[in-house]
């Protein structure tokens, strides 16, 4: 069996070395699962409640231990690390409701009456990314869970840890075994095999809109249900009438956290020209004051890429005469460092502008007027996030259903609340995740005729 180490991408030290599941003992896990999915479907909803519950328990127990996982493992400073830690457990909870809430109808009906249920769908398989290990493995596990479904995860190959230890502490809340597998991997084994596997009924990928395409080509050919939530190009859209001071504090937040290796990330900044200039001077400090360095410290806001082929391709986005406005810091020596960037003006056809940099990299350009600017942010295959700063709320209201994606926010920069929905437009994805409807996704509805 193949082993991957596992490299703190801050120091480049080895952490620790992952023995990679093979593709014969993926089938033996999803073998597995199928089979326990017969008595967890059948367990009553207030014990999966309870037990969902226990989980969430034990996860906060050790978000301690997950979170200095994140931070050996992927690199996350530590405050982050905390609360994607707690953000697991939150969800937990937040799903440990809804298997005694999972009612169906009753539809009168000529000679008798229609009842519904919300069967699960059996195993489901979860494909994960590296950039947020922990909070999208719970994005997916827990309503699947809830549903009666048993889950079979992949976490990236460079990020198994913290997953691999919330399927411990899953076992050690009191989830039969064979309710939740975690088999790190590679996508091209693992991932595959969850893809062809029959027994497996849904995927639920995260990733890159070239491997979604793949996984959904691949589900295709058994009409295996699947939900993408796949890249991203968002907009951070300032008007001239903007709490300009508040948009420009928060804009690095909203493209350079998790040091831009975010699917969220609004990494084209969009500004009406006429204050163009006075957002740029109030933005240089705010990029400039970011707390770039080491991960484990707690003041630390943004820690390093992924890995030196990571930090080498978003480098190729900032070539040698590329518009730096202004950078912010980052350490020297061992780690995948790479400053926070402010491109502008960027050309509209320069890949900084158009690609996903996943990385922390963004463009400034300016706009004329409204429809201008929903032009601008629309004019990408993508539709995830955005944001929109004016005082105007007509405004407000126009531009955000004016841009093509998911996910908006009008004078703030934040992006995933987990009691409300979540996907992509375009090719940012393909159905919904999180909020109260998210086990309509793991379930299937049967509807049943009964003479009367
Ligand atoms: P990918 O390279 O697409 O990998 C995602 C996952 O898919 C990994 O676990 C990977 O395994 C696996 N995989 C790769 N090839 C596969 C195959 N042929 N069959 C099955 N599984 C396969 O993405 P990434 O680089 O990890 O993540 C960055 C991308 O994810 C960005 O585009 C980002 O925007 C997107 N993302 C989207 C969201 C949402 S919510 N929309 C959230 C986070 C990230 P290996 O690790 O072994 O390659």
Request: net charge negative.
């Amino acid at each position: 069996m193949p082993d991957y180490t596992v490299i703190n991408p801050a120091t480049e030290q080895a952490v620790t070395t992952v023995t990679l599941s093979t593709a014969a003992e993926t089938d033996a896990a999803i073998e597995r699962a199928a089979a326990a999915q017969v008595s967890w479907r059948a367990v009553a909803p207030g014990d999966r409640a309870r037990l969902l519950r226990r989980f969430a328990a034990e996860v906060d127990a050790h978000a301690a231990e997950l979170a200095a996982l994140e931070v050996a493992g992927s690199g996350h400073p530590v405050g982050q690390a905390t609360w994607e830690a707690e953000h697991v457990r939150d969800v937990l909870e937040y799903y440990a409701a809804a298997p005694e809430r999972l009612a169906g109808r009753q539809i009168p009906v000529a000679g008798g009456l229609n009842v519904t249920f919300h069967e699960p769908l059996g195993v489901v398989g979860l494909i994960v990314p590296w950039n947020f290990p922990m909070p999208i493995f719970a994005w997916g596990m827990a309503p699947a869970l809830a549903a009666g479904n048993t889950v079979v995860a992949k976490p990236a190959e460079v990020t198994p840890l913290t997953a691999r230890r919330i399927g411990e502490l899953a076992l050690a809340a009191g989830l039969p075994e064979g309710v939740l597998a975690v088999l790190p991997g590679k996508g091209s084994v693992v991932g595959q095999r969850l893809v062809d596997h029959p027994l497996v009924r849904k995927i639920v990928f995260t990733g890159s809109t070239e491997v979604g395409r793949e996984i959904m080509a691949g589900c295709a050919r058994q009409v295996k249900r699947v939900t993408l939530e796949l890249g991203g190009k968002s907009a951070n859209i300032v008007f001239a009438d903007a709490d300009l001071e508040q948009a420009a504090a928060t804009a690095p937040y909203a493209v350079f956290d998790n040091a831009g290796q975010d699917c969220c990330a609004r990494s084209r900044i969009l500004v009406q020209r006429s204050v163009f200039d006075r957002f740029m001077e109030l933005l240089e400090p705010a990029v400039m004051g970011l707390r770039v360095g080491d991960p484990a410290l707690p003041e630390t806001q943004m820690g390093p890429l992924i890995s030196a082929a990571h930090r080498e391709r978003v480098a190729s986005y900032v070539p040698d005469g590329a518009p730096v406005a202004f950078r912010g810091t980052a350490p020297g020596g061992p780690g995948f460092w790479f400053p926070p960037t402010v491109l502008a003006p960027a050309g509209e056809h320069s890949p900084a502008f158009t690609d996903e940099v996943f990385g922390p990299v963004v463009t400034v350009t300016p706009f004329e007027d409204e429809a201008d600017a929903v032009t601008i942010a629309n004019d990408t295959p993508y539709g995830l996030s955005g944001s929109i700063w004016t005082e105007n709320v007509g405004r407000a209201i126009r531009v955000a259903r004016g841009v093509e994606t998911g996910n908006l926010s009008v004078n703030s920069h934040s992006s995933v609340r987990y009691w409300t929905p979540f996907g992509g437009f375009k090719q940012s994805g393909l159905g919904r995740e999180l909020g109260p409807d998210a086990l309509d996704s793991f379930t299937e509805v049967k509807n049943v005729f009964i003479a009367s």
